[in-house]
């Protein structure tokens, strides 16, 4: 049983990054498809 709950947490704790990284990649997506927007997140991520 303790393994069993040590796999659901590291597969929660997988499933969480997954969702982060794919809510970055559609925000990184949506600011190339708006132009203006790129050169002030480039300034950003730059600072």
Request: proline share 2%; net charge positive; hydrophobic share 40%.
């Amino acid at each position: 049983r303790s393994t069993y709950s040590q796999v659901a947490i590291f597969l929660e704790s997988l499933f969480s990054a997954h969702d982060t990284i794919r809510r970055i990649n559609k925000m990184r997506s949506q600011a190339c498809q708006n132009g203006a927007l790129s050169p002030v997140i480039r300034k950003t991520i730059t600072l």
